[in-house]
């Protein structure tokens, strides 16, 4: 008796993957999102000024670099 059948065959996807952008919080050292997404592919070129977001674990106002960024799904 089977309960199950073969598993799918995963899904190649084809375009670009987007990626976001996250920086560790200076104060309390967890990654926050910055609310911004690249294309994997462009981040390498990409040139990123100094932005600022307001950080939700201290809610305190962070500027970073493009050292200081982790590209996450």
Do not use: N, Y
């Not at 089977?2 to 065959?9: C, H, L």
């Not at 990626?19 to 997404?37: D, E, I, N, Y």
């Amino acid at each position: 008796m089977k309960f199950f059948g073969k598993p799918a065959a995963r899904k190649v996807k084809s375009g670009p993957v987007i990626k976001r952008l996250l920086v560790r919080c200076p104060s309390t050292a967890k990654l926050a999102v910055t609310g911004q997404t690249i294309d994997e592919q462009l981040w390498a070129a990409a040139k990123v000024k100094t932005p600022k977001f307001t950080c939700p674990h201290c809610q305190q106002v962070h500027s970073w670099s493009k050292k200081d960024v982790v590209l996450a799904r």
